[in-house]
């Protein structure tokens, strides 16, 4: 048997008897795949007769404005009889265009504006529309700069500032911080809760200027609230920045630690994270140098230690090099007294000349300096200017507060009975 045989055995044959067998398959319901219902003869003679009456009772066409039938000829399109001849040799061929309205007899004119609203864009004039094209591009112009030039604004009056009275009161904080009773920042908290008498009268108001010869009554709440401010001595090592982090520098305030408290500290109070708040250098030492940092919350202290008119010595140790003979062991037998005598007095910082000063050796190697001023690095580079290159620094007093035995890296409360 053949192979095609073989195959049609497998075909399936149909159940009844007598019909040829099929070879499709049953549709599957709900799958599309059933076959089209056709239609037969009548439905569709049928089918025709209810199109033909949709059709008839449907309205007439009519056209409307927008049909292209319906409009007229364009008013600029030139017509068979307003062809131009082509030009002859010699004649300007940018003549007028093909079909300019100007060239043609009885053109439409335009349309009067009388009877017209009148347009506030175009100047009450007749709408542009009915000029003709030509007539349009003889008036045209070139925008000019000033057309796009904005209108100036009104003259403003000068501005004047307030005018200080002249009768010679000033600011009560700031005569209140002259007169060591508290800090700016400290007589302004004070003011604003009501605790400064100005000659028997409570004064809250911010501003407020007095005479210099007032009488100022300090409550006594602001006093035992500027008891509670401490102020803490720290033996600060190299590698630490006096004030806030920089260049990946740690400040050394993170230094004031439980653990990091000097075992000898007699005062009895216990660190805790008020104390830590506002709590600034009076008085910075540069990231290499090393020896006593004040840091304090009262801005009494502060302003003693750092105020322009400040005049609390600052004793620093200076370890020292000769430019000219850096391997020199014995720097002051090769430094002369001259240049000692210019670090004492005689030199000039940005221009402003600096308060004397007590310098003397203390050994072969180290300068004793006594300041009663703090520039940005002023030893150093008085040092520089006299020929000295500064190897160490170590700031050892600051008024009558010593460093004494305290370690480095460590810390202690400054005492009630100490001052500076």
Not at 20 to 25: E, I, Y
Not at 30 to 59: D, F, I, L, N
Not at 70 to 97: F, K, T
Request: some cysteine; hydrophobic content about 30%; aromatic content about 4%.
């Amino acid at each position: 048997m053949t192979e095609r045989k073989k195959l049609s055995l497998n075909r399936p044959a149909s159940t009844e008897g007598g019909d040829a067998p099929t070879h499709r398959k049953p549709p599957v319901r709900g799958s599309g795949t059933a076959p089209r219902k056709r239609m037969t003869a009548a439905e569709a003679a049928q089918a025709r007769e209810e199109a033909a009456a949709r059709a008839a009772a449907a309205p007439p066409y009519r056209p409307g404005p927008d049909d292209r039938a319906e409009r007229g000829p364009r008013r600029d399109a030139p017509r068979h009889d307003d062809r131009r001849p082509a030009p002859q040799r010699g004649e300007d061929r940018r003549a007028a265009p093909y079909g300019d309205p100007r060239q043609r007899e009885g053109r439409r004119e335009p349309r009067a504006a009388a009877g017209r609203r009148e347009d506030p864009r175009t100047g009450g004039r007749a709408d542009r529309r009915d000029e003709p094209r030509g007539d349009r591009r003889d008036d045209r112009r070139a925008p000019s700069r000033d057309d796009f030039r904005a209108t100036p604004r009104p003259a403003q009056p000068p501005h004047t500032e307030r005018p200080t009275p002249d009768d010679g009161r000033m600011r009560l904080s700031k005569l209140m911080s002259e007169r060591g009773l508290a800090s700016r920042r400290e007589a302004d908290e004070w003011i604003e809760q009501g605790w400064v008498r100005v000659n028997g009268e409570v004064v809250d108001e911010l501003g407020t200027r007095v005479l210099p010869d007032v009488e100022i009554t300090i409550d006594p709440l602001a006093r035992t609230q500027q008891a509670e401010r401490v102020t803490i001595l720290l033996h600060k090592p190299i590698g630490y920045v006096s004030g806030q982090a920089e260049d990946g520098h740690e400040p050394a305030v993170i230094l004031i630690r439980p653990e990091n408290r000097w075992k000898e500290d007699r005062q009895g109070l216990q660190l805790t994270r008020g104390h830590l708040r506002h709590l600034a250098p009076a008085g910075r030492l540069d990231i290499d140098s090393t020896g006593l940092l004040v840091l304090t919350q009262d801005g009494r202290i502060a302003r003693q230690l750092i105020g322009e008119d400040s005049g609390v010595e600052k004793e620093y140790l200076v370890r020292v090099q000769a430019v000219d003979a850096p391997d020199a062991e014995n720097v002051s037998a090769v430094v002369p007294p001259e240049v000692i005598e210019q670090l004492r007095f005689g030199l000039e910082l940005d221009g402003r000349q600096l308060k004397p000063a007590q310098v003397s050796w203390q050994n072969e190697q180290q300068l004793r300096f006594v300041l009663r001023e703090g520039r940005k690095r002023q030893i150093r580079r008085m040092c520089e200017l006299v020929g000295l290159r500064v190897v160490g620094l170590k700031r050892v007093r600051m008024g009558r507060i010593t460093l004494g035995k305290l370690p480095v890296g460590e810390w202690r409360f400054l005492r009630a009975d100490e001052r500076f």
